[in-house]
């Protein structure tokens, strides 16, 4: 059996400002990202080449807030955060705070199969990119009016935006896929441009292995969206498996008590993907919406982003 399930963030536009055109942007997306993830699975190919393909979609789109559609930095840079797990031998890679690069998630999934290491930041990262012919674009690739406007206004207010929409919502755009292959493994990848206007090197959860991402064998395959340093507080991805682990609950139980009670009771907000050893799928957010899509081999179809 395999399963895959996708994210492209838990803070969406709101209905009323999602016109019909842009919803359909949005799912084809999403599809687009689904489709080829499947495609993967079915080949017998592993979960880690399918979180892997389907994020490098979502990355190579202007609409979500990763690779390609990365929001600015205080700066007016972009700075890129991703990790990769899979649940067999518990390998992963992380990169942070790179720039330039187009799809930052290979570039985790590069560290984690070409180093000892497991996450690589900053200047030194860039080094390893360039050492190891990691693909990159220039800046005009990741230039965006709407995320430059988002950040000029971000700029005024002085303050640091969840992504890039207007300034008194919410958004969080990351982008995340879990998935099960048919040899009966798991794997976990998210990749983010962090913050609207971030300064003084921040990093969120996307890149911290445990906190944004998680994937091992005996429990589930977790990616997370939403306001970073609540789910770095709530060592959220980890804590689902825990549960899982030592506790005993369900997948879903199991997202639900770290979404809807944990990370609420320290005031967080979004949500997460995960998947199973048995190819149960939760998406699971407290916020209005999650950009979200899965599949498995007995037919299940979701394609949804508000509640
Ligand atoms: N979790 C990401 C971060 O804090 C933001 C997001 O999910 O959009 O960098």
């Known amino acids: 059996m395999y399963s895959i399930a996708i994210h492209g963030g838990a803070g969406t536009l709101t209905r ?43 990355e190579d789109s202007p609409l979500f807030n990763a690779g390609k ?17 899979e649940g067999q031998y518990k390998m992963a890679g992380a990169v942070a705070g790179v720039h330039g690069i187009k799809n930052p998630i290979s570039m985790a999934r590069r560290v984690m199969e070409g180093t000892e290491h497991v996450l690589l930041s900053g200047e030194g990262a860039m080094q390893f990119a360039i ?61 983010t ?30 990616s997370c969206t939403g306001s970073g340093e609540f789910f770095l507080r709530g060592v959220v991805a980890y804590d689902v498996s825990c549960l899982m682990e030592y506790k005993g609950l369900s997948l879903q139980s199991a997202c639900e008590k770290v979404i809807h009670e944990r990370l609420l009771s320290i005031g967080g907000d979004g949500g997460l993907i995960g998947v199973d050893l048995q190819g149960n799928i939760s998406m699971t957010f407290n916020t209005e919406g999650m950009y979200r899509a899965a599949r498995n081999s007995q037919g299940f179809e979701s394609l949804a982003i508000y509640k």
């Open 69 to 85: 559609g990365s929001v600015f930095t205080h700066t007016g840079k972009h700075e890129m955060d991703a990790s990769i797990m």
């Open 16 to 58: 009323n400002q999602m016109s019909p055109e842009k919803e359909q942007a949005y799912l084809s997306t999403l599809k687009e990202s689904v489709d080829k993830a499947t495609l993967v699975l079915k080949e017998g190919k592993s979960a880690l080449d399918a979180v892997e393909a389907a994020v490098r979609i979502l």
């Open 193 to 222: 441009g962090g913050m609207t206007n971030k300064q003084f090197g921040r990093v969120g959860d996307t890149p911290i292995i445990g906190s944004g991402t998680y994937a091992n064998n005996a429990t589930c395959a977790i």
């Open 131 to 191: 050492d190891q012919n990691i693909a990159m674009e220039s800046e005009e690739y990741f230039y965006d009016e709407l995320r430059y406007k988002q950040w000029q206004a971000a700029l005024k207010t002085g303050s640091m935006q969840l992504d890039h929409t207007p300034l008194d919502e919410k958004k969080f755009g990351t982008v995340g896929a879990v998935a099960l292959d048919l040899h009966g493994n798991l794997a976990a990848a998210t990749s």
